[in-house]
């Protein structure tokens, strides 16, 4: 793996694999309770009080929603259904201000969140159930593996290959939630734009892609590569001892 010259010099051969053992080293010094333990304690102490917090909270809080609209279902047949909508603001005035380097034209690109009474099919109520439990269920992945990622953090133990997998599970779930966003769109589209196109002039229904969320996605993905890594030269090293 290195090149030996005379005198103490290591010149490696492959600089990414260099480069990505500095980075790995970085993170192994930070992660290490001898090297910065306030630090690490208070980092640590803070991601585990709000994991553990979502993670002991969002059970009762799901149930107590199902409940909620399970009742308004059952009693009224109805439900309020919330749909992204981009308003269009050509009709709208805009206040002139003139100033010496600027001066307002337009509105552009309001957002906004339409409140449909909609009232409920079994297509509709199984869109709804459908919808809910997936998210549910995404959350519960994220929150599960970040606080036995957490766990391994406070042991010590940072690059195991159980933590990339546990990364890996919680990028995809980050994934899964924006294509979940992005198909619930769609599906807002396919059932309420036909509805409401007579008010097309004021207003239309959003897509909602999540690029935010798949770039932490992609972001958290890396990263458990980079513990992978991290892993395999971790486990390399102790096979030299």
Known sequence: MYKVTTGSAIYPKDKLFYVLRKILNVLRRFVSHKKFPRMN???????????DTGWYL???????????????VATAGRLEWDVPVVLKTDHLPVETI????????KIVKT??????????TPFL???AVLFFC???????GILRNAREIIASLQADAPFDLANVRRLRIIGLCVLGNALLE??????????????????ENMYQVKVVFGMNAIIVGLVI?????????????????????
């Open 134 to 140: 997936l998210g549910v269920s995404l959350l519960v």
């Open 221 to 241: 993905l890396l990263l458990s590569e980079i513990f992978r890594k991290g892993a395999q030269l971790k486990a390399d090293n102790e096979s030299f001892v």
């Open 41 to 51: 304690r208070y980092i640590l102490l803070t991601l585990k009080v709000i994991v």
């Open 125 to 127: 109520t199984a869109d």
């Open 98 to 105: 003139d100033a010496a380097d600027f001066h307002a034209t």
């Open 58 to 72: 969002i059970l009762p809080l799901m149930l107590i929603v199902a409940i909620v609209i399970g009742i308004q």
């Open 182 to 199: 992005c198909c619930n769109s769609l599906l807002n589209i396919f059932l309420f734009n036909k509805h409401i196109r007579e008010m």
């Open 111 to 120: 957002e906004g969140v339409l409140k449909l009474d909609v009232k409920l």
